[in-house]
């Protein structure tokens, strides 16, 4: 997957979880169920990130040797 998607499914992971944290302070009877699908949508997000740039540093690790 090119940088360009995965840049893309983190602005809407992201977005997701804003949209769960926005609904928990409307429904404080769920406040904390959707804050936990936002937190898990959020990690979502960051395993995203950690790939690509894992991948960009292993890539870049052997054209500076």
Do not use: C, K
Not at 19 to 31: C, G, I, M, N, V
């Amino acid at each position: 997957m090119n940088g360009h998607a995965i840049f893309e499914n983190v602005r809407r992971y992201r977005g997701i979880a804003s949209l769960y944290r926005q609904t928990a302070a409307f429904r404080p009877s769920q406040r904390w169920s959707l804050l936990e699908q936002a937190s898990e949508w959020e990690a979502r997000a960051l395993l995203e990130l950690e790939a690509y740039f894992a991948s960009r540093t292993d890539y870049a690790a052997p054209l500076a040797a």
